[in-house]
């Protein structure tokens, strides 16, 4: 359910977010020479910038809700129990992440067909006959596409 | 006349059997990514960027470029309807578009939408052959102060067409420039924000930044959603408009095949603000505004036509200027680079065939995709049908491929996953991304401008004033912001966002 004050809690974090990166950044150029106004080292923009940043920042943060867009908002009227909220997340991450590991150590084919799987995980109401056909059918598209079409230059099996 | 040799110049290029291949495959991709709610151009784009190394430098531009404007057609279909943005620039061709889909003259909506759509689109092509050259003379006057005021206008039309509030679509641009700061500073050698990492030594990748804002986080805020199905069972008609949509639909067509052509130009500006304007316009027109959302014809021909002039249009600043107006078109310049083609005025002079065989791509795109829709709309529809869960892992190997092949580095593919939570924690927060890209892409441009501009002035900020092509660059900006929070504009906004 949403509670009545999401939206500003959700400007307050929105704009933490914001000045806890132009802190940093600011903090970071300090390390780089700033230069002059007329001969700019390669400190002086980001600096200026992470000024900015955390300016508009503690601006959204502590504008208490002034700022915030429509109340009503229809994709976050069901959402589901915490421990699932993260589940898509995390699966879809996860997927990308094998991928990175799998092309170079077994190839595209097993690569893709891992994506598929793993990133069908993140969708409750899979029906795995589906995926694992959807999941062979895509390696051999882009085996077929990217590595023989288009001459990628890819690692396509294991041996 | 000059023109029309020219214009018959490119023809003769873009008529030749590979390109016409090439446009037509691009087209239908971008039907394709246009229907499809989930996956834009912009993704679409990045991933198939590094497809086009093997090619010839005209074919892959058609390609691309047929993606971005397919896309405008195809994103009306979804549109009218599922009552469902498959692009961004279609959002108000919802309020009408659907409205007349419910009451049964879908085919009237989608029929006029896809020939008001060819007309802008023939006009725009026109508007750019004729503009380019005069504009790119006026570019050789520019300085980097100019330059730089060119660019804050494009930030500002970024901010102003951002979904939400404006303050965090400017935190987002602002963060967007920092982000593109990231890697080697050309002036000093310095590296920065790199943290020894040899892959940020050139800074994030635009394909890694674009994948994961647009491709990854919106996956997981689809799934997160809960995956709808989109079941309509309205019947189309008859895919032909009457004579009286014609009547009412002409001068709203020409009305926004203007507005579309002229905010098309403007840096950040483009298919989506165009769309925008060109509905408002007309309601503030109609004798009767109440008949608005209610179906009404003009609220599909204006907006659609606009939308389609402004996707052409956008061309002209990165073809004459070689600034890119919006995200696609930062695109675009990574399209060219890898040809080692410099985006910019000279263009014109050294690869005539390539610029006017562009520009003539276009017009040819414009006509198959009229073809594409009208026909063969029975095949978009059935598309539509194809369930996310079906459709999702696809994208997400696509992007995978995609990201790897830039430079075959899995590092890359990480740090998009790292894009991808970043932009799914801010359409969590309510801040779009599109700003944050733009941003990224102008940043170290901007950067470059504004170092020379001020050493030129000695140190003096006044030069962006004191110099009268920039001052009014910055004017434009100044009345951008004034025109969007005028009420009945603001209105608009308000009402197509909440639809989503």
């Known amino acids: 359910m949403i509670s009545r004050h999401q939206p500003f809690r959700r400007d307050r974090l929105a704009g933490l977010i914001f000045a806890a990166f132009g802190i940093s950044f600011a903090a970071l150029a300090a390390h780089y020479p700033i230069g002059t106004s007329m001969r700019m080292g390669p400190g002086y923009f980001p600096m200026l910038l992470g000024v900015v940043l955390t300016g508009i920042g503690i601006v959204i943060a502590f504008s208490g809700g002034r700022y915030y867009d429509s109340p009503t908002d229809a994709s976050d009227g069901t959402s589901p129990a915490p421990s699932q909220r993260w589940r898509p997340a995390l699966l879809i991450s996860a997927s990308v992440l094998l991928f990175a590991v799998a092309i170079e150590s077994v190839g595209l084919a097993l ?41 990628l230059p890819f690692r396509v099996l294991p041996f | 006349m000059e023109l029309f040799s020219q214009l018959a110049q490119g023809f003769d290029a873009a008529l030749s059997l590979t390109n016409l291949g090439f446009c037509l495959l691009g087209v239908t991709l971008g039907t394709l990514v246009g229907v499809l709610p989930g996956i834009g151009p912009v ?10 190394y093997g090619q010839q430098p005209l074919s892959a531009l058609i390609m ?77 006057q520019f300085g980097p102060a100019e330059y730089f005021s060119l660019m804050v206008l494009g930030l500002v039309a970024a901010v102003v067409l951002a979904n939400g509030s404006l303050v965090k679509a400017i935190a987002m641009t602002v963060l967007g420039l920092l982000l593109g700061l990231i890697g080697t500073d050309v002036n000093s050698g310095t590296e920065r924000y790199s943290f020894g990492i040899p892959e940020l030594s050139d800074g994030f990748g635009f394909v890694v930044v674009s994948m994961g804002l647009f491709g990854i986080a ?23 408009p009457t004579r009286a949509d014609f009547k009412a ?41 109440s008949r608005f ?116 580095s899995t590092t890359e593919v990480a740090f998009a996953v790292g894009f991808g939570l970043l932009g799914y924690i801010f359409i969590k927060l309510r801040c779009e991304p599109a700003p944050l890209l733009l941003g990224f892409v102008l940043g170290p441009l901007m950067e470059e401008n504004l170092r020379r501009a001020m050493l030129l002035a000695r140190g003096d900020p006044t030069i962006f004033v004191t110099r009268g092509l920039s001052l009014a660059l910055l004017l434009m900006a100044l009345a951008l912001l004034i025109i969007l929070v005028l009420p009945s504009v603001r209105q608009t906004r308000e009402i197509a966002f909440h639809e989503d």
């Open chain 2, 293 to 408: 959302g209610q179906g009404a014809i003009e609220g599909v021909a204006a907006p659609e036509a606009a939308n389609n002039a402004g996707a052409q249009t956008s061309f002209i600043p990165l073809l004459t200027l070689g600034i890119p107006p919006n995200a696609v078109m930062a695109l675009m310049v990574g399209a060219m680079m890898i040809h080692g083609i410099v985006p910019g005025p000279q263009v014109m002079t050294e690869k005539p065939d390539l610029f006017w065989g562009l520009i003539a791509s276009m017009w040819i795109g414009n006509l198959m995709l009229v073809l594409l829709n009208l026909p063969l709309i029975g095949i978009w529809i059935r598309l539509l049908r194809v369930p996310y869960q079906i459709l999702y892992p696809a994208i997400l190997v696509f992007c995978c491929i995609g990201i790897y092949s830039v430079n075959q």
């Open chain 2, 249 to 289: 639909a002409w001068k709203p067509v020409l009305r926004g095949t203007f507005l579309g052509s002229i905010l098309g130009v403007l840096p950040g500006g483009g298919a989506i603000l165009s769309s925008f304007a060109a509905y408002t316009i007309e309601k503030k027109l109609a004798k009767d505004p």
């Open chain 1, 111 to 151: 690569a893709t067909f891992g994506v598929v799987a793993v990133s069908s995980l993140a969708n409750r109401e899979a029906h795995w006959p589906h995926v694992l056909a959807s999941g062979a059918v895509l390696s051999v598209i882009s085996v077929g596409v990217f590595a023989y079409g288009l001459r």
């Open chain 2, 43 to 52: 993704a679409t784009i990045a991933m198939l960027l590094p497809a086009t």
């Open chain 2, 64 to 140: 691309l470029a047929g993606i971005y404007y397919g896309a405008q057609y195809g994103g009306s279909t979804s549109a009218i309807l599922v009552n469902l943005p498959g692009e961004s620039s279609s959002v108000v061709t919802c309020l009408d578009g659907h409205a007349m889909a419910r009451r049964g003259r879908a085919g009237a909506a989608l029929g006029i939408a896809a020939l008001g759509s060819f007309f802008a689109g023939t006009v725009a092509t026109l508007l750019i052959a004729a503009l380019a050259e005069p504009l790119a003379e006026l570019a050789l």
């Open chain 2, 218 to 240: 919106e996956i997981i805020h689809n799934l997160e959603k809960g995956i709808q199905r989109n079941i309509f069972t309205t019947s189309v008609g008859g895919i032909w």
